[in-house]
């Protein structure tokens, strides 16, 4: 400014003469400086023009080029300008999108918005802004926020500016968040650590399982969920698993804030840096606790006994390979215990089945009761059970006294009264026990048998007792089990005799005879009833041994019947309660005698007590009617079992027979000879004859005969003897 006013002076100097007026020359001075102003504001504006021109062009190609998409649209909505960006988004070519209605472009749930918002704008001139979705064709809808203001071209007409910025990840990213939320907050718990394991965040479930809420764990570590049922060992290999393979999976018992342990199936996951390094641990569980109930449940069926609830063989077998394992690692023994019911078939065929389940749970308590908690009873079915002690003393003499101590614990145990529900039984058991655990290489079966052999052992030895394994047992058992085939095909060759033993009263006179079962053993020679009765009643031989016993007999009374000498003897036949238990009983007696012609008045049948245990009245229902054709009945062995005296009293009986257990020590032993006493008075205040077995002494006979008993049996009189003998003896006469 200050050089163009100098350059005006200095021009007015040259054009204005010196002399000219001074008026004139001010006047022509202040033009001359006003032009020289006008040409200065002249040039100052052109280039203010320029800059202007200039800042247009960059404003134009900031908005062309900008990465979010601008137009404006008219009144009408029709779309007057367009940035590139806006271009793109829209998807028509630039010419083609000018004069387009913008509402073409939304999607159609998205059109009701977009009104109100323009509605919003016009009210109130303030920017406003949505998210909206534009649809192009052929391509998946794209979110976009939308910002509008509304300016005013000319006359007043409204001009919407409109800017649309593609927003479609976010939205991804907010769906993925959303997924995420829900499933951090899922029926799963979830618990995120730091790298330190200290607790970051846990879910809903996390509490809903734990009973802990966030802020009680956050900052702790997880292990106070720890339920003490793992070892370190455990945890280690988990997390050594972690650290190789970036996760873990496996179930996990943990801790309730309530105490309460708990089952869980856990899934840890490393969560990595850039670097590889873990920086979190996510951990997610499902509580599986009624899952594992449900199993459990099913485990208990497959290895339990429904009826006593006691581990079946198969969970018993599993616990025995373990113990037999471990004590023989631990240097420590056990021992087994098979506890057989000695008469509890009995009580099961005259009581019914439900009165035997009942027992057998009563059993299967007493049993538990009777040993500690470590040890395992288990039923192995019908009436046998197992019992397994385990951790005895290391000495076999030591745990052999410790396994006899509670052996005998239980059979006391067994051997006491059982209220049924209508009656009380008794029950007594056998038991085998061995000894195990000292053996490397011992299989589960070797005890096993061994047990069982020890228990066939005891029911030789006369049932309620105990007995140890050792060699000599399994001998006897083999040979036994030898013995029932050896049964069958003795039935089938006839090779049964009966032997005849004579009942001697008063003065000497025969009176009668027991007719006791041998077997002529083709190996063995003569045997014995306790050689193969047991076996017989256990097999369901005894049924049709019975009968032929029954058949033999009659027919030996049919012959008797021919010869003076021997018309008069009554013959007494031995009848199993099994055998009478039938339904049949009467009508195979009633037949036999048909079929033999042998006289019933001549018949006794000599019952056991067992079949006293019950259903007396369907007892004395077969015996009444078999007494109406005359037979007669003795009660075997009397005293030795549990029979009541009501039930004695409601039975037809003609007879009692002391055992010989009573009259072997009826002289040295004042109880026998109590008993002896007591059984007299009772069978003479039942009106009963009274007859004492296994006299053997002179002595004895003195001594029943002074207590009223004048009836005997026993090898003072005569051993039991094969019909020609016996036949020979009667013809002697007695000495
Ligand atoms: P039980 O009915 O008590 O028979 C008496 C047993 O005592 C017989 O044994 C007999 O030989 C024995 N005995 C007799 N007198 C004496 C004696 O003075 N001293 C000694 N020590 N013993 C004597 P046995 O023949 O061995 O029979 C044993 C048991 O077998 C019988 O006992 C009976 O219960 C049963 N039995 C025998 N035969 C049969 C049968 O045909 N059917 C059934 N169901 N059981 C039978
Ligand atoms: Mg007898
Ligand atoms: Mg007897």
Redesign the pocket.
Known sequence: METLREAAEAALREQVAADAPEPLRRALHELLVHQVELEVQNEELGRAQLALEAQRARYVELYEQAPMGYCTVDEEELILTANAAAVAMLGLPCEELLRQRFTRFIHHDDQDSLYLLRLRLLKTGAPQSLELRIVKPGCEPVWVQLSANVAHAEGGIPVFRLGLSDISRIKLLEVELRIAATTFDSHEGVVITDAGKAILRTNKAFTRITGYAPEEVAGRQPSVLKSGRHDADFYASMWDSIAVSGSWQGEIWNRRKSGELYPEWLTITAVKDEAGNSSHYVGTFTDVSARKSAEDQIKALAFHDPLTQLPNRRLFTDRLEQALALGYRHQRKGALLFVDLDNFKNINDTLGHDQGDLLLKQVAWRLNSCVREGDTVARLGGDEFLVMLENLSDDSLDAARQAESVGEKIRLALARSYQLNHSEQRCSASIGITLFGGEPHESSAEPLKRADLAMYQAKLAGRNTLRFYDQEMQAVVTARSALEVGLHTALEQRQFV??Y?AQVSGQGQVTGA?????WVHPERGLL???DF?SIAEDSGL?LP??QW?LEA?CSQLAQWAQHAQSAHLML?????AR?FNQKSFVDQVLATLVKTGANPRRLVL?L?ESLLLSHVDAVAAKMTALKAKGLGFSL??FGTGFSSLAGLKRLPLDEL?I??GF??NILTDPDDAAIARMVITLAQNFGLKVVA????TQEQRNHLASQGCNDW????FS??LAIQEFDHFLRSGLD
Do not use: C
């Not at 049996?713 to 003072?716: A, K």
């Open positions: 009966l032997h033993q027991e007719a006791l079962l041998r014995v009833p306790a009765m005894i041994l019975g016993v007999a007494t036949v031995n009848v199993s055998q000599e056991t075997d062995d027979k055992d010989q009259v072997r077995e296994g006299v053997e049996q026993g090898h003072l051993r039991p």
